[in-house]
């Protein structure tokens, strides 16, 4: 027997969820009242659905029906046209017609021959034999069909809030006509705007119904507002909050339901009848579709399993690292039916096989010969004085403990120590000098002088080292932060501040969480202020300026420290980036995954060790976390726990909503204790939207019972003091350690 809670299903007899009503008032689809050039068509007010009421579904809540309310061409009379909706025709007529379902009715309700045509009764008779020729009416509902350009048009008969350029109205016709896409445009090309455009039209003819959106969460804000602009008349449901408000959004009648991948996570489950799965979606679009490059991951999965009609996938990085990153977005980029299981891409010639069949991908160069150049430059700074005192002292200890570790030493050990060097170069920990803050303030104050306004990315967020430190120290420009600790809300208002107030000269954003999706148009210079792993993250910030819009040249600044890991680094990334340019423009390299082990230890003029699993199983040494799958490290921390005494059960897969493990031990007379256990095997610390995922899934006011997030890379600063004010545990590799000793 299924146990599961169906949270999903509302309770009509209690109070009604907080969440916003959608309301079933008709909106008339906005039209210009003037026919299109050289056209004699009559001038049309347009509906899009023409009928809708509610009809009750047990179990389910209310549903949104559309009816159809064209009858054959020949038997419209006009005073009934009048009746039904008011206008004299509709776009979404040839739509309807052209349905191979679609029958039309007469006025007393018997359906009418549309076989032969000419708006005769269904006869029963045996000896009635069907015309094989298409209807009248289907032909003309084929050569009325108004072509996409028209409708996208400036001119044409939906009105637009801005003019799709010809290489956009180009993308609305890939969209429309391919039921698997990869919309793969360089940032800032409008991908936003030529989905929306596609699925306006395609629900203006009736193609399609109801559309799941799935978006970063920090995105979904912008994505209402943009489609509240483009497609004004279509219904909006934000799927999120409380799990009630969810259930009762899930069953708001609307042609899109917006949602975040965390809430999609949680919401999937194995139940069939769960709201992301209890029908066929028209279409399913993924917008930064890299966030289900990982096959791995649970919320990859789970996109994978929402059945749909058509399958979109938005990303303009759409390889990051390697292969098996497009592989896993490219799994998802086609129809899935119920019960159907999603398809594999597995040998790199049926990727690239794929890639080629699926891929629409246009570059900046390519079709905005307008658009301002964008310039970068590196700029080579040596260490002064306590910071380049610091960074040696820094550096020459490190090497050495890396020495002494002998054949203990790990790939990790190498990366905490290049994280510890790169902050280094930000600031000295102990005077909070800096080099790269010295020459970022010289050149503000000529910029600011002529009137421009600044971007700067670090991948550190808190202070000594990065977005507040900047921030602070740059005062006198009066700047905003933007990082990942910031609410939804407060992100939007501190974006909308930066916009609408140009006493705000410069704008810190912490890269992972201010680098994607975001329209900064208003500030024409960027700097990076300290190196990510992955060019192409870079690329993407860049474009949060170098996009449509923009009326100034774009001027970035890459900051390297000469003499320093962040050098030895850079040197490395060139030379692999090369290596990449086969399968898409712009590939980037993740260190952590791209560069051999031989070539990280280089770095400091070490050899890797010769791996030996008899003598590091004899000898109690740390296991090897990069070579775990995420599965194998849940069990591996299963293990750690039942040592321990703990009686571990493992959630599943499909429906654990954040939580891997569940740990309960009995303490005497204190009772039950319970861990709620998070598994993250990154080798790089976990940010805080990690631990914010966890917290929002732990049970409320629970006695004895603690989160925990387990992750041999350890955690950033910024999880760690959110993890304290919280009451969560963290476990690093140290950690881990102590729990298998």
Not at 123 to 152: F, G, K, V
Not at 308 to 314: G, Q, V, Y
Request: charged letters at 25%; a neutral charge; aromatic letters at 6%.
């Amino acid at each position: 027997m299924d146990r599961e809670p169906r949270w999903w299903v509302t309770d009509s007899n209690g109070p009604m969820p907080n969440a916003p009503w959608l309301g079933l008032f008709r909106r008339a689809v906005q039209v210009k009242a003037r026919t299109a050039a050289k056209l004699s068509i009559p001038a049309i007010q347009l509906h899009a659905p023409a009928t809708q009421y509610l009809q009750a579904t047990a179990g389910r809540g209310a549903t949104l029906v559309t009816a159809p309310t064209v009858t054959e061409a020949q038997r419209i009379p006009t005073a009934h046209i009048g009746i039904v909706s008011n206008v004299p025709g509709s776009v979404a007529l040839a739509g309807a017609l052209a349905d191979p379902e679609y029958r039309p009715r007469t006025f007393d309700g018997s359906m009418t021959d549309d076989r032969a045509g000419h708006g005769v009764t269904h006869s029963t008779s045996p000896t009635h034999e069907a015309d094989p020729r298409p209807s009248l009416a289907r032909r003309l509902a084929y050569l009325l069909q108004l072509p996409t350009d028209l409708l996208a048009w400036p001119r044409g008969p939906l009105e637009w809030p801005g003019t799709l350029l010809p290489y956009q109205i180009e993308g609305v016709q890939a969209l429309m006509s391919s039921n698997a896409l990869l919309l793969a445009d360089d940032m800032g090309l409008g991908k936003t705007i030529q989905t929306i455009a596609a699925l306006r039209i395609l629900i203006v003819q009736r193609k399609i119904e109801r559309i799941l959106l799935v978006v970063r969460a920090s995105l979904v804000l912008q994505w209402r507002r943009e489609i509240r602009r483009w497609a004004p008349e279509l219904r909006t449901s934000t799927v999120h909050g409380r799990p009630s408000e969810r259930a009762f959004q899930w069953d708001s009648p609307a042609h899109i339901y917006l949602t975040s991948y965390e809430t999609l996570r949680s919401d999937l489950t194995s139940n069939p009848l769960s709201p992301p799965r209890r029908q066929t979606w028209d279409v399913v679009v993924l917008d930064e579709a890299q966030q289900i490059k990982n096959r791995e991951a649970e919320v990859t999965q789970k996109c994978k399993l929402v059945p749909r009609r058509r399958a979109w996938a938005l990303t303009g990085t759409p390889l990051e690292n390697r292969v098996d990153d497009l592989a896993s977005i490219l799994e998802f980029v086609s129809p899935l039916d119920q019960d159907e299981s999603p398809a594999h891409c597995r040998s790199e010639s049926v990727v690239r096989e794929r890639h080629r069949e699926v891929q629409l991908r246009r570059k900046k160069t390519q079709v905005l010969q307008h658009l301002p150049p964008k310039t970068v430059n590196q700029v080579t700074l040596p260490l002064n004085g306590p910071q380049s005192e610091s960074y040696r002292k820094a550096e020459e200890q490190g090497i050495l403990q890396l020495h002494e570790m002998g054949d203990q030493i790990r790939v990790q050990n190498v990366l905490e120590l290049i994280l510890r060097l790169k902050q280094i170069c930000n600031f000295c920990p102990t005077t909070g000098q800096s080099a790269k803050l010295e020459d970022v303030r010289d050149r503000l104050g000529t910029l600011v002088s002529e009137g421009h306004r600044a971007l700067i990315f670090s991948q550190f967020t808190e202070r000594p080292f990065g977005v507040q430190a900047i921030a602070s120290a740059l005062a006198e420009f009066n700047p905003l932060t933007y990082t990942g600790s910031l609410a939804s809300p407060r992100r939007e208002s501190v974006i909308q501040a930066f916009k609408d107030n140009p006493h705000h000269k410069v704008l810190v954003l912490s890269l992972r969480s201010g680098g994607q999706g975001l329209n900064l148009q208003e500030a024409s210079y960027v700097f990076h202020f300290d190196r990510w792993w992955n060019p192409a993250v870079e690329k993407q910030a860049e474009d949060r300026s170098h996009r449509m819009g923009q009326s100034y040249p774009v001027t970035v600044y890459k900051y390297v420290c000469e003499a320093t890991i962040e050098e030895r680094i850079d040197e490395i990334l060139k030379t692999k980036q090369l290596l990449f340019a086969e399968l898409v423009d712009d590939v980037s390299i993740d260190l952590r995954t791209r560069l051999s082990a031989e070539e990280l230890f280089r770095l400091f003029g070490l050899t890797p060790p010769m791996p030996s699993k008899t003598s590091t199983a004899m000898s109690g040494a740390q296991p090897d976390y990069a070579s775990m799958s995420g599965i194998e490290f849940e069990l591996h921390v299963k293990t750690l726990l039942e040592r321990q005494g703990w009686s571990v059960a493992t959630t599943p897969t499909t429906c654990d909503g954040g939580i891997d493990l569940l740990a309960t031990r009995t303490e005497g007379v204190g009772g039950d204790i319970r861990l709620y256990v998070q598994c993250k095997n990154y080798q790089s610390p976990a940010g805080v939207d990690v631990v914010r995922q966890l917290n929002g899934v732990l049970p409320a006011s629970q006695p004895g019972s603690r989160g925990v997030v387990a992750c041999p890379g350890g955690f950033s600063a910024e999880a760690r003091s959110f993890a304290k004010d919280r009451g969560i545990l963290l476990w690093d590799r140290h950690h881990l350690f102590q729990l298998s000793a």
